[in-house]
């Protein structure tokens, strides 16, 4: 007798395809905050609304995310779930670049600190985001998705892809009932063709091949290896100008100006100062097995180096500087994308431990 999987109340079943979804969804987000505040100022902040009607970001937000959330709540089937991720995105992202009217009495669009109350909110979804992906997928989810993927036969057609999913998500399970039967009606379902991918989804497949391909050329490595530790020995050399050269007869300060000291600094200042020297120390430590030939173990360092300053320095940064740290973030974000790349392609190069 079929032995059937209970529901569990309370757990909501995740979807194999979780990361790439919310990934989406934040890169929609980031970029129309971006994009928004880019034209805002390169059009110098005009006003779009006639008259006395102002028609604020957040409405365009509700809009967005209305039509995300009608898409999900009306259709079923995997298709409509990534353009939804998009919209909810943007949505999400309209909305929360507005937040500096919110949290003011005036209500300031220009609240200084809405930069950092924006990046707070993006790295903490982020991190929601990998805590609920980490976890491993259990029986009930294995066969829930294979299912949902089963479905697919009977809305836009299961393709090749879509069936390889499903064979792989209910290999470990199939010495159940159910996933066992589920796996013989999928592995006789003939799959309906490959998808044709679209012209924005062929760009993006041209990107991440290229990008890959540039991140295992030497000459590539030895670039972005040299520009990490240029950056690391920038930061370095500019902690030890301030705290041994910032005040006295040894300031380095411009003839007619006084340098401020370190005990002028305030907390805001003093934390991003120590993260930038703890993730200095960390890349500078890398250069000890760069130089001895363990490449793997000096991009971890690196890797390290670089998530403290986004998760740790950079939020001070946005706080002191709002939308100008921007660019600079941009960057660090593309050498710690860089970074994990290259260790990536370390690790694929490295030997497997032989089974006992």
Do not use: C
Request: proline share 5%; glycine share 8%.
């Amino acid at each position: 007798m079929t032995r059937p999987i209970r529901a569990k109340t309370g757990r909501a079943v995740r979807s194999f395809d979780i990361g790439r979804r919310q990934d989406l969804f934040l890169i929609a987000a980031v970029t129309t905050v971006i994009v928004i505040r880019l034209q805002l100022w390169i059009t110098n902040y005009p006003s779009l609304s006639p008259g006395e009607l102002h028609i604020a970001h957040l409405l365009w937000g509700g809009v967005f995310m209305v039509a995300a959330i009608w898409m999900l709540a009306s259709y079923i089937g995997r298709r409509l779930i990534a353009p939804a991720a998009i919209l909810g995105g943007i949505g999400f992202g309209f909305f929360i670049d507005e937040v500096g009217k919110f949290v003011t009495a005036d209500n300031d669009y220009f609240f200084q600190p809405t930069a950092a109350i924006i990046y707070v909110v993006f790295i903490a979804l982020f991190l929601i985001s990998k805590w609920t992906g980490a976890r491993r997928m259990g029986e009930r989810e294995r066969l829930a998705n294979a299912a949902t993927l089963a479905s697919e036969r009977f809305i836009d057609g299961m393709s090749p892809d879509e069936r390889r999913m499903a064979i792989a998500l209910l290999e470990p399970i199939r010495s159940s009932d159910q996933a066992s039967e589920l796996l013989d009606f999928i592995e006789r379902t003939r799959p309906d063709g490959e998808e044709e991918p679209g012209r924005l989804e062929r760009l993006v497949i041209w990107m991440q091949r290229a990008y890959e391909d540039w991140v295992q050329t030497r000459w590539f490595q030895i670039v972005m290896t040299g520009a990490v530790i240029l950056s690391v020995l920038i930061t370095a050399a500019g902690i030890v100008a301030l705290v041994f050269f910032s005040s006295g007869s040894d300031s380095l300060a411009p003839p007619g100006y006084r340098a401020d000291g370190l005990e002028s600094l305030k907390v805001g200042n003093l934390i991003p100062l120590i993260s930038s020297a703890i993730s200095s120390a960390i890349g500078i430590a890398g250069l000890i097995p760069l130089l001895r030939g363990d490449r793997a173990k000096a991009y971890r360092r690196f890797r390290l180096a670089l998530q403290i300053s986004v998760f740790i320095t950079y939020p001070f940064i946005f706080a002191e500087s709002s939308f100008s740290a921007v660019t600079g973030l941009l960057v660090t974000l593309a050498a710690l994308g860089t970074v994990s790349a290259m260790l990536r392609q370390e690790s694929r190069k490295a030997p497997k431990p032989t089974p006992r």
